[in-house]
Nanobody, 120 residues
Framework: DVQLVESGGGSVAAGESLTLSCAAY????????MAWFRQAPGKEREGVAA???????TYTYAVQGRFTISKDSAKNTLYLQMNNLKVEDTAMYYC???????????????WGQGTQVTVS
C-alpha cells in the first residue's frame, strides 16, 4: 500500500512559478513509477508528467519546456517544478504511483488527494 500527500499548490499570476511536492509513504520495498495528473473543472483528468524508476521523464505536449518532474528517492518525494505558468494550467493536481510503468495513462493504483493550482 502507498499513501501519497501533495503540497505546494496556490494562486499565482501568469508567468510565475510553483513547485509541487508529493510525499510517498509505504511499507513496501517495491519501487514505484510516479506521475503528476491534473483535472480542471468540467474536464477529464489528464497526465502531465511521469517519471519511471530509471529516472526517465515523459511530459504532455502542453507543458513541455515549462514543467520539470523529478524525484528524491532518499526522501520518497516527487516534485513538479512549474515555470511560466499559464491560465490554462489552472487545475487540481494529483500525484500517482504504480508498480507498473504507466507513463501518462490513468490506470495508476495509488492517488493523492490533490493540491489546487490557480493561475490568473
Amino acid at each position: 500500500d502507498v499513501q501519497l500527500v501533495e503540497s505546494g499548490g496556490g494562486s499565482v499570476a501568469a508567468g510565475e512559478s510553483l513547485t509541487l511536492s508529493c510525499a510517498a509513504y509505504t511499507s513496501s520495498s517495491a519501487r514505484h513509477h510516479m506521475a503528476w495528473f491534473r483535472q480542471a473543472p468540467g474536464k477529464e483528468r489528464e497526465g502531465v508528467a511521469a517519471i519511471d524508476n530509471a529516472g526517465s521523464a515523459t511530459y504532455t505536449y502542453a507543458v513541455q519546456g515549462r514543467f520539470t518532474i523529478s524525484k528524491d528517492s532518499a526522501k520518497n518525494t516527487l516534485y513538479l517544478q512549474m515555470n511560466n505558468l499559464k491560465v490554462e494550467d489552472t487545475a487540481m493536481y494529483y500525484c500517482a504511483a504504480d508498480a507498473v510503468n504507466l507513463q501518462l495513462a490513468r490506470g495508476y493504483n495509488y492517488w493523492g488527494q490533490g493540491t489546487q493550482v490557480t493561475v490568473s
